[in-house]
DNA sequence: TCGGTATACATTGCATGCAATGCATGCAGC
DNA sequence: GCTGCATGCATTGCATGCAATGTATACCGA
Protein backbone atom coordinates (compact mmCIF):
# COMPACT_ATOMS: atom_id res chain seq x y z
CA UNK A 1 0.00 0.00 0.00
CA UNK A 2 2.83 2.08 0.93
CA UNK A 3 4.99 0.88 -1.43
CA UNK A 4 2.58 1.94 -3.95
CA UNK A 5 1.90 5.42 -2.63
CA UNK A 6 5.49 6.13 -3.12
CA UNK A 7 5.59 4.91 -6.25
CA UNK A 8 2.83 6.62 -7.88
CA UNK A 9 3.73 10.03 -5.97
CA UNK A 10 7.33 10.12 -7.01
CA UNK A 11 6.29 8.65 -10.82
CA UNK A 12 3.77 12.42 -10.39
CA UNK A 13 7.23 14.13 -9.09
CA UNK A 14 9.59 13.60 -12.00
CA UNK A 15 6.70 13.26 -14.95
CA UNK A 16 5.94 17.22 -13.75
CA UNK A 17 9.24 18.19 -13.67
CA UNK A 18 9.83 18.52 -10.04
CA UNK A 19 12.58 15.83 -9.97
CA UNK A 20 14.28 16.86 -13.78
CA UNK A 21 16.28 14.50 -15.62
CA UNK A 22 19.44 14.15 -13.28
CA UNK A 23 18.37 14.41 -9.83
CA UNK A 24 19.82 12.30 -7.24
CA UNK A 25 17.35 10.46 -4.72
CA UNK A 26 17.87 8.49 -2.17
CA UNK A 27 15.78 6.30 -0.36
CA UNK A 28 16.24 8.38 3.03
CA UNK A 29 15.89 11.21 1.74
CA UNK A 30 12.64 9.76 -0.29
CA UNK A 31 11.56 8.12 2.78
CA UNK A 32 11.97 11.93 4.79
CA UNK A 33 9.86 13.61 2.03
CA UNK A 34 6.43 10.85 1.95
CA UNK A 35 7.22 10.03 5.64
CA UNK A 36 7.69 6.78 5.25
CA UNK A 37 10.16 4.22 6.03
CA UNK A 38 13.11 3.09 3.49
CA UNK A 39 11.40 -0.18 3.30
CA UNK A 40 8.72 0.83 1.17
CA UNK A 41 10.57 3.80 -0.57
CA UNK A 42 13.16 1.10 -1.54
CA UNK A 43 10.37 -1.05 -3.63
CA UNK A 44 9.15 2.17 -5.06
CA UNK A 45 12.49 3.19 -6.58
CA UNK A 46 13.22 -0.28 -7.63
CA UNK A 47 10.05 -0.40 -9.62
CA UNK A 48 10.65 3.01 -11.18
CA UNK A 49 13.95 1.73 -12.16
CA UNK A 50 11.73 -1.39 -14.23
CA UNK A 51 9.32 1.71 -15.59
CA UNK A 52 12.68 3.19 -17.14
CA UNK A 53 12.44 6.38 -15.05
CA UNK A 54 15.70 6.33 -12.91
CA UNK A 55 18.95 4.22 -13.16
CA UNK A 56 20.40 3.38 -9.62
CA UNK A 57 24.14 3.99 -9.34
CA UNK A 58 25.53 2.23 -6.70
CA UNK A 59 24.73 5.78 -4.53
CA UNK A 60 20.67 6.51 -5.17
CA UNK A 61 19.29 6.73 -7.78
CA UNK A 62 18.84 9.52 -10.93
CA UNK A 63 16.62 10.51 -12.76
CA UNK A 64 16.72 9.54 -17.00
CA UNK A 65 16.01 11.06 -19.58
CA UNK A 66 16.04 9.87 -23.26
CA UNK A 67 19.18 11.41 -25.16
CA UNK A 68 19.10 11.57 -28.83
CA UNK A 69 19.95 8.23 -30.00
CA UNK A 70 17.50 6.54 -27.85
CA UNK A 71 15.09 9.17 -28.11
CA UNK A 72 15.02 8.60 -31.63
CA UNK A 73 14.67 5.03 -30.72
CA UNK A 74 11.79 5.99 -28.57
CA UNK A 75 9.76 7.98 -31.32
CA UNK A 76 10.33 5.08 -33.73
CA UNK A 77 8.64 2.23 -31.44
CA UNK A 78 5.93 5.52 -30.60
CA UNK A 79 4.90 5.42 -34.28
CA UNK A 80 4.58 1.85 -34.95
CA UNK A 81 2.79 1.39 -32.14
CA UNK A 82 0.32 4.33 -32.10
CA UNK A 83 -0.73 3.70 -35.36
CA UNK A 84 -1.39 -0.52 -34.53
CA UNK A 85 -3.63 1.28 -31.58
CA UNK A 86 -5.28 3.54 -34.67
CA UNK A 87 -5.66 1.17 -37.05
CA UNK A 88 -7.25 -1.54 -34.34
CA UNK A 89 -9.37 1.36 -33.20
CA UNK A 90 -10.64 2.31 -37.01
CA UNK A 91 -11.31 -1.27 -37.06
CA UNK A 92 -13.24 -1.67 -33.94
CA UNK A 93 -15.26 1.36 -35.35
CA UNK A 94 -16.13 -0.63 -38.41
CA UNK A 95 -17.57 -3.32 -36.51
CA UNK A 96 -19.62 -1.09 -34.44
CA UNK A 97 -17.66 -1.88 -31.39
CA UNK A 98 -17.12 1.60 -30.41
CA UNK A 99 -19.44 3.71 -28.80
CA UNK A 100 -20.24 7.07 -29.94
CA UNK A 101 -19.79 8.63 -26.84
CA UNK A 102 -16.24 7.64 -26.33
CA UNK A 103 -15.54 9.21 -29.75
CA UNK A 104 -17.62 12.43 -28.46
CA UNK A 105 -15.56 12.97 -25.80
CA UNK A 106 -12.31 12.34 -28.19
CA UNK A 107 -13.23 15.37 -29.99
CA UNK A 108 -13.79 17.15 -27.13
CA UNK A 109 -10.42 16.16 -25.90
CA UNK A 110 -8.77 17.23 -28.88
CA UNK A 111 -10.34 20.40 -28.66
CA UNK A 112 -9.05 21.24 -25.17
CA UNK A 113 -5.86 19.83 -25.92
CA UNK A 114 -5.60 22.98 -28.46
CA UNK A 115 -7.61 25.48 -26.84
CA UNK A 116 -4.46 24.93 -24.23
CA UNK A 117 -2.18 24.95 -26.66
CA UNK A 118 -3.14 28.21 -28.12
CA UNK A 119 -3.52 29.52 -24.25
CA UNK A 120 -0.30 28.93 -23.23
CA UNK A 121 -0.95 26.73 -20.91
CA UNK A 122 2.06 24.05 -22.02
CA UNK A 123 1.70 21.48 -18.68
CA UNK A 124 -1.49 21.56 -19.43
CA UNK A 125 -1.61 21.13 -22.77
CA UNK A 126 0.87 18.27 -22.29
CA UNK A 127 -1.55 16.01 -19.75
CA UNK A 128 -4.69 16.60 -22.09
CA UNK A 129 -2.57 15.74 -25.60
CA UNK A 130 -1.58 12.46 -23.57
CA UNK A 131 -4.79 11.53 -22.65
CA UNK A 132 -5.95 12.58 -26.33
CA UNK A 133 -3.45 9.71 -27.28
CA UNK A 134 -4.08 7.11 -24.91
CA UNK A 135 -7.88 7.89 -25.67
CA UNK A 136 -7.22 6.25 -28.60
CA UNK A 137 -5.00 3.53 -27.55
CA UNK A 138 -7.87 2.71 -24.95
CA UNK A 139 -10.48 2.39 -28.40
CA UNK A 140 -8.13 -0.05 -29.82
CA UNK A 141 -9.00 -2.83 -27.10
CA UNK A 142 -5.43 -3.84 -27.23
CA UNK A 143 -4.94 -3.72 -23.74
CA UNK A 144 -1.15 -4.94 -24.00
CA UNK A 145 -0.11 -2.05 -26.51
CA UNK A 146 -1.49 0.12 -24.33
CA UNK A 147 0.52 -0.57 -21.62
CA UNK A 148 3.94 -0.59 -23.61
CA UNK A 149 3.20 3.11 -24.92
CA UNK A 150 2.15 3.89 -21.09
CA UNK A 151 5.34 3.08 -20.49
CA UNK A 152 6.82 4.85 -23.58
CA UNK A 153 5.06 8.24 -22.91
CA UNK A 154 6.13 7.91 -19.24
CA UNK A 155 9.42 7.77 -20.86
CA UNK A 156 9.49 10.18 -23.23
CA UNK A 157 7.64 13.05 -21.34
CA UNK A 158 10.53 13.27 -18.56
CA UNK A 159 12.85 13.20 -21.68
CA UNK A 160 11.05 15.85 -23.11
CA UNK A 161 10.39 18.04 -20.24
CA UNK A 162 13.83 20.30 -19.85
CA UNK A 163 12.39 21.55 -22.90
CA UNK A 164 9.30 22.75 -22.50
CA UNK A 165 8.34 24.76 -25.42
CA UNK A 166 5.23 25.04 -27.67
CA UNK A 167 4.99 23.10 -30.76
CA UNK A 168 6.27 24.97 -33.57
CA UNK A 169 2.93 24.88 -35.49
CA UNK A 170 0.08 23.99 -33.15
CA UNK A 171 -2.79 24.54 -35.62
CA UNK A 172 -0.86 21.42 -37.86
CA UNK A 173 -0.89 19.28 -34.64
CA UNK A 174 -4.54 20.20 -33.99
CA UNK A 175 -5.50 19.42 -37.66
CA UNK A 176 -3.50 16.13 -37.47
CA UNK A 177 -5.82 15.12 -34.37
CA UNK A 178 -8.89 15.74 -36.11
CA UNK A 179 -8.05 13.91 -39.32
CA UNK A 180 -6.90 11.05 -37.29
CA UNK A 181 -10.27 11.04 -35.26
CA UNK A 182 -12.09 11.43 -38.44
CA UNK A 183 -10.32 8.27 -40.02
CA UNK A 184 -11.04 6.49 -36.77
CA UNK A 185 -14.84 7.40 -36.93
CA UNK A 186 -15.32 6.52 -40.80
CA UNK A 187 -13.60 3.23 -40.05
CA UNK A 188 -10.87 3.81 -42.23
CA UNK A 189 -7.96 1.60 -40.31
CA UNK A 190 -5.16 1.75 -43.21
CA UNK A 191 -6.13 6.21 -43.31
CA UNK A 192 -5.82 5.78 -39.74
CA UNK A 193 -2.25 3.78 -38.88
CA UNK A 194 -0.54 6.35 -41.97
CA UNK A 195 -2.22 9.11 -40.05
CA UNK A 196 -1.07 8.47 -36.64
CA UNK A 197 2.21 7.21 -37.44
CA UNK A 198 2.59 10.01 -39.32
CA UNK A 199 1.61 12.62 -36.66
CA UNK A 200 3.76 10.69 -33.84
CA UNK A 201 7.16 11.30 -36.12
CA UNK A 202 5.97 15.06 -37.47
CA UNK A 203 5.98 15.98 -33.40
CA UNK A 204 8.93 14.70 -32.94
CA UNK A 205 10.53 16.36 -36.34
CA UNK A 206 9.30 19.59 -34.76
CA UNK A 207 11.22 19.50 -31.44
CA UNK A 208 14.86 20.23 -31.47
CA UNK A 209 16.31 17.29 -29.84
CA UNK A 210 16.82 15.27 -32.90
CA UNK A 211 19.70 12.73 -32.92
CA UNK B 1 23.06 -8.49 -5.75
CA UNK B 2 20.65 -11.47 -4.13
CA UNK B 3 17.94 -9.35 -5.40
CA UNK B 4 19.04 -9.56 -9.29
CA UNK B 5 20.40 -13.24 -8.22
CA UNK B 6 16.65 -14.42 -7.39
CA UNK B 7 15.01 -12.36 -10.14
CA UNK B 8 17.14 -14.00 -12.56
CA UNK B 9 16.49 -17.66 -11.31
CA UNK B 10 12.84 -17.34 -10.51
CA UNK B 11 12.55 -15.59 -14.52
CA UNK B 12 14.96 -18.84 -15.29
CA UNK B 13 12.63 -21.52 -13.92
CA UNK B 14 9.05 -19.54 -15.12
CA UNK B 15 10.65 -19.38 -19.00
CA UNK B 16 11.40 -23.39 -18.43
CA UNK B 17 8.01 -24.66 -17.66
CA UNK B 18 9.59 -25.54 -13.92
CA UNK B 19 6.47 -22.54 -12.89
CA UNK B 20 4.00 -23.16 -14.75
CA UNK B 21 1.00 -21.03 -15.67
CA UNK B 22 -1.39 -20.72 -12.46
CA UNK B 23 1.66 -21.84 -10.31
CA UNK B 24 2.05 -20.03 -6.95
CA UNK B 25 5.19 -18.56 -5.60
CA UNK B 26 4.83 -17.22 -1.63
CA UNK B 27 8.25 -15.21 -0.33
CA UNK B 28 8.98 -17.75 2.25
CA UNK B 29 8.53 -20.93 0.08
CA UNK B 30 11.13 -18.63 -2.86
CA UNK B 31 13.35 -18.18 -0.24
CA UNK B 32 13.92 -21.61 1.10
CA UNK B 33 14.53 -22.63 -2.41
CA UNK B 34 16.88 -19.75 -3.07
CA UNK B 35 18.23 -19.73 0.04
CA UNK B 36 18.27 -16.61 0.91
CA UNK B 37 15.86 -14.47 3.14
CA UNK B 38 12.27 -12.87 2.02
CA UNK B 39 13.35 -10.03 1.40
CA UNK B 40 15.90 -9.92 -1.67
CA UNK B 41 12.58 -12.78 -2.82
CA UNK B 42 9.97 -10.03 -2.28
CA UNK B 43 11.99 -7.79 -4.58
CA UNK B 44 12.64 -10.30 -7.10
CA UNK B 45 8.45 -11.12 -6.91
CA UNK B 46 7.90 -7.64 -7.70
CA UNK B 47 10.22 -7.10 -10.35
CA UNK B 48 8.78 -10.44 -11.90
CA UNK B 49 5.33 -8.66 -11.59
CA UNK B 50 7.09 -5.96 -12.84
CA UNK B 51 7.64 -8.06 -16.12
CA UNK B 52 4.20 -9.04 -16.52
CA UNK B 53 5.76 -12.86 -15.31
CA UNK B 54 3.69 -13.29 -12.54
CA UNK B 55 0.46 -11.35 -11.04
CA UNK B 56 0.15 -10.79 -7.52
CA UNK B 57 -2.58 -12.00 -5.57
CA UNK B 58 -3.02 -11.02 -1.54
CA UNK B 59 -1.99 -14.52 -1.08
CA UNK B 60 1.46 -14.93 -3.04
CA UNK B 61 2.22 -14.61 -6.90
CA UNK B 62 0.81 -16.60 -9.57
CA UNK B 63 2.63 -17.11 -12.82
CA UNK B 64 0.81 -15.50 -15.65
CA UNK B 65 -0.07 -16.49 -19.33
CA UNK B 66 -1.57 -14.52 -21.69
CA UNK B 67 -5.08 -15.82 -22.77
CA UNK B 68 -6.68 -15.66 -26.02
CA UNK B 69 -7.50 -12.05 -26.08
CA UNK B 70 -4.40 -10.05 -24.42
CA UNK B 71 -2.25 -12.98 -26.71
CA UNK B 72 -3.69 -11.79 -29.75
CA UNK B 73 -2.80 -8.15 -29.00
CA UNK B 74 0.72 -9.56 -27.75
CA UNK B 75 1.58 -10.85 -31.22
CA UNK B 76 -0.33 -7.78 -32.60
CA UNK B 77 2.37 -5.94 -31.12
CA UNK B 78 5.07 -8.18 -31.42
CA UNK B 79 4.52 -8.02 -35.07
CA UNK B 80 4.77 -4.19 -35.43
CA UNK B 81 7.86 -4.35 -33.34
CA UNK B 82 9.71 -6.61 -35.08
CA UNK B 83 8.72 -5.47 -38.75
CA UNK B 84 10.21 -2.53 -37.32
CA UNK B 85 13.54 -3.83 -35.99
CA UNK B 86 13.78 -5.72 -39.49
CA UNK B 87 13.12 -2.72 -41.45
CA UNK B 88 16.02 -0.54 -39.57
CA UNK B 89 17.91 -3.45 -39.56
CA UNK B 90 17.81 -3.60 -43.68
CA UNK B 91 17.97 0.43 -43.63
CA UNK B 92 21.72 -0.07 -41.33
CA UNK B 93 22.82 -3.27 -44.07
CA UNK B 94 21.94 -0.83 -46.71
CA UNK B 95 24.40 1.78 -45.10
CA UNK B 96 27.18 -0.16 -44.42
CA UNK B 97 26.92 -0.16 -40.98
CA UNK B 98 26.53 -3.88 -40.07
CA UNK B 99 29.49 -6.46 -39.56
CA UNK B 100 29.51 -8.88 -42.05
CA UNK B 101 30.41 -11.70 -39.15
CA UNK B 102 26.88 -10.53 -37.37
CA UNK B 103 24.97 -11.94 -41.03
CA UNK B 104 27.00 -15.25 -40.66
CA UNK B 105 26.43 -15.79 -37.69
CA UNK B 106 22.51 -14.96 -37.88
CA UNK B 107 22.70 -17.55 -40.56
CA UNK B 108 24.34 -19.89 -38.75
CA UNK B 109 21.38 -19.62 -35.49
CA UNK B 110 18.76 -19.66 -38.37
CA UNK B 111 20.22 -23.31 -39.82
CA UNK B 112 20.58 -24.39 -35.74
CA UNK B 113 16.81 -23.10 -35.16
CA UNK B 114 15.75 -25.35 -38.43
CA UNK B 115 18.20 -28.44 -37.10
CA UNK B 116 16.69 -28.18 -33.72
CA UNK B 117 13.00 -28.41 -34.51
CA UNK B 118 13.62 -30.98 -36.90
CA UNK B 119 15.38 -33.72 -34.43
CA UNK B 120 12.73 -32.72 -32.12
CA UNK B 121 14.58 -30.59 -29.85
CA UNK B 122 11.86 -28.46 -28.82
CA UNK B 123 13.01 -26.62 -25.42
CA UNK B 124 16.20 -26.08 -27.22
CA UNK B 125 14.09 -24.83 -30.83
CA UNK B 126 13.04 -22.31 -28.53
CA UNK B 127 15.51 -20.77 -27.05
CA UNK B 128 17.75 -20.90 -30.99
CA UNK B 129 14.38 -19.29 -32.36
CA UNK B 130 14.39 -16.72 -30.00
CA UNK B 131 17.94 -15.70 -30.24
CA UNK B 132 17.23 -15.72 -34.00
CA UNK B 133 14.38 -12.97 -33.52
CA UNK B 134 16.67 -11.41 -30.90
CA UNK B 135 19.42 -11.18 -33.14
CA UNK B 136 17.69 -9.17 -35.47
CA UNK B 137 16.14 -6.76 -33.07
CA UNK B 138 19.96 -6.11 -32.13
CA UNK B 139 20.99 -5.56 -35.70
CA UNK B 140 18.32 -2.86 -35.69
CA UNK B 141 20.27 -0.76 -33.42
CA UNK B 142 16.90 0.09 -31.39
CA UNK B 143 17.91 -0.32 -28.25
CA UNK B 144 14.03 0.94 -26.85
CA UNK B 145 12.57 -1.69 -29.83
CA UNK B 146 14.49 -4.31 -28.26
CA UNK B 147 13.86 -4.17 -24.65
CA UNK B 148 10.43 -3.91 -25.35
CA UNK B 149 10.61 -7.19 -27.54
CA UNK B 150 12.42 -8.66 -24.66
CA UNK B 151 9.02 -8.39 -21.84
CA UNK B 152 6.86 -9.42 -25.02
CA UNK B 153 9.12 -12.46 -25.66
CA UNK B 154 9.37 -13.55 -22.35
CA UNK B 155 5.41 -13.37 -21.79
CA UNK B 156 4.57 -15.03 -24.86
CA UNK B 157 7.18 -17.55 -23.99
CA UNK B 158 5.24 -17.98 -20.80
CA UNK B 159 1.84 -18.19 -22.47
CA UNK B 160 2.92 -20.83 -25.06
CA UNK B 161 4.78 -23.10 -23.00
CA UNK B 162 2.14 -24.89 -21.98
CA UNK B 163 1.05 -26.19 -25.72
CA UNK B 164 4.62 -27.16 -26.13
CA UNK B 165 4.01 -28.52 -29.58
CA UNK B 166 6.49 -28.69 -33.22
CA UNK B 167 5.43 -25.98 -34.88
CA UNK B 168 3.21 -26.84 -37.57
CA UNK B 169 5.07 -26.70 -41.16
CA UNK B 170 8.80 -26.20 -39.65
CA UNK B 171 10.20 -26.07 -43.41
CA UNK B 172 7.64 -23.01 -43.92
CA UNK B 173 9.43 -21.51 -40.25
CA UNK B 174 12.71 -21.85 -41.72
CA UNK B 175 11.87 -20.41 -44.94
CA UNK B 176 10.52 -17.56 -43.73
CA UNK B 177 13.86 -16.99 -41.77
CA UNK B 178 15.22 -17.13 -44.59
CA UNK B 179 13.92 -15.15 -46.78
CA UNK B 180 14.18 -12.69 -43.89
CA UNK B 181 17.84 -13.07 -43.42
CA UNK B 182 18.44 -12.26 -47.54
CA UNK B 183 16.12 -9.50 -47.52
CA UNK B 184 18.19 -7.75 -44.49
CA UNK B 185 21.39 -8.73 -45.99
CA UNK B 186 20.39 -7.02 -49.57
CA UNK B 187 19.25 -3.92 -47.54
CA UNK B 188 15.49 -4.44 -48.67
CA UNK B 189 13.70 -2.31 -46.20
CA UNK B 190 10.35 -2.54 -47.21
CA UNK B 191 10.85 -6.54 -47.43
CA UNK B 192 12.54 -6.91 -44.68
CA UNK B 193 9.38 -5.23 -43.14
CA UNK B 194 6.84 -7.25 -44.80
CA UNK B 195 8.10 -10.66 -44.04
CA UNK B 196 8.83 -10.13 -40.59
CA UNK B 197 5.50 -8.81 -39.83
CA UNK B 198 3.92 -11.64 -41.81
CA UNK B 199 6.33 -14.64 -40.48
CA UNK B 200 5.29 -13.31 -36.55
CA UNK B 201 1.32 -13.56 -37.58
CA UNK B 202 1.45 -16.85 -39.67
CA UNK B 203 3.73 -18.44 -36.30
CA UNK B 204 0.62 -17.28 -34.60
CA UNK B 205 -2.02 -18.18 -36.98
CA UNK B 206 0.03 -22.24 -36.80
CA UNK B 207 -0.83 -22.17 -33.17
CA UNK B 208 -4.22 -23.25 -31.79
CA UNK B 209 -4.72 -20.44 -29.13
CA UNK B 210 -5.98 -18.49 -31.04
CA UNK B 211 -8.85 -16.29 -29.58
C1' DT C 1 -26.68 -32.05 5.72
C1' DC C 2 -26.01 -27.37 4.89
C1' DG C 3 -25.07 -22.71 6.12
C1' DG C 4 -23.08 -19.35 9.02
C1' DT C 5 -19.78 -17.77 12.15
C1' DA C 6 -15.75 -17.69 14.78
C1' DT C 7 -11.05 -18.81 15.22
C1' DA C 8 -6.59 -19.99 13.97
C1' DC C 9 -3.13 -19.66 10.62
C1' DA C 10 -0.68 -18.55 6.60
C1' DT C 11 1.16 -14.66 4.47
C1' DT C 12 2.20 -10.20 3.47
C1' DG C 13 3.56 -5.14 4.57
C1' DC C 14 6.44 -2.36 6.99
C1' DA C 15 10.00 -0.89 10.35
C1' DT C 16 14.38 -1.18 12.11
C1' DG C 17 19.04 -2.84 13.02
C1' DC C 18 23.38 -4.34 11.39
C1' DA C 19 26.93 -5.30 8.24
C1' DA C 20 29.12 -4.34 3.87
C1' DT C 21 30.47 -1.26 0.24
C1' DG C 22 32.24 2.36 -2.07
C1' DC C 23 33.11 7.20 -2.34
C1' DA C 24 34.86 11.53 -0.64
C1' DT C 25 37.99 13.89 2.03
C1' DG C 26 42.08 14.89 4.21
C1' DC C 27 46.77 13.87 5.17
C1' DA C 28 51.31 12.43 4.22
C1' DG C 29 55.02 11.52 1.25
C1' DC C 30 57.37 12.34 -2.88
C1' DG D 1 51.88 20.78 -5.79
C1' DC D 2 50.44 16.46 -7.02
C1' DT D 3 49.62 11.66 -6.21
C1' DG D 4 48.59 7.81 -3.38
C1' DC D 5 46.66 5.98 0.64
C1' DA D 6 44.03 5.62 4.73
C1' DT D 7 40.11 6.75 7.29
C1' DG D 8 35.41 8.16 8.00
C1' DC D 9 30.86 8.53 6.40
C1' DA D 10 26.95 8.23 3.54
C1' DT D 11 24.20 4.79 1.66
C1' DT D 12 22.63 0.59 0.37
C1' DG D 13 21.63 -4.66 0.92
C1' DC D 14 19.78 -7.94 3.72
C1' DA D 15 17.75 -10.17 7.84
C1' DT D 16 14.40 -10.35 11.19
C1' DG D 17 10.54 -9.11 14.14
C1' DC D 18 5.97 -7.52 14.66
C1' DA D 19 1.47 -6.17 13.36
C1' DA D 20 -2.30 -6.38 10.08
C1' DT D 21 -5.07 -8.84 6.84
C1' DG D 22 -7.58 -12.08 4.63
C1' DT D 23 -8.57 -16.98 3.98
C1' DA D 24 -9.48 -21.61 5.09
C1' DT D 25 -11.26 -24.60 8.30
C1' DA D 26 -13.72 -26.39 11.92
C1' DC D 27 -17.46 -26.23 14.76
C1' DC D 28 -22.06 -25.25 15.98
C1' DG D 29 -26.82 -24.52 15.06
C1' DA D 30 -30.73 -25.12 12.25
Redesign the interface.
Known amino acids: MQTERAHHRLRELILDGTYPHGARLTELEAAGVLQMSRTPV??AL??LA???LVRATGRGVVVVA?EPP?LD??Y??RA??E??TAR?AAARQRAGRIAPADLVALRECAAETAAATEAGQLQQAIVLNRRFHRGIAELS?????LR?LD??WDQIQVSTLRSLSPPARPARVSAQHDRLLTAIEQGHDDEADRIAREHVLDTYASTDQKG
Do not use: H, P
Not at 141 to 145: E, S, T, W, Y
Open positions: RERAADGLDDAQVVLALAGNGIATRL
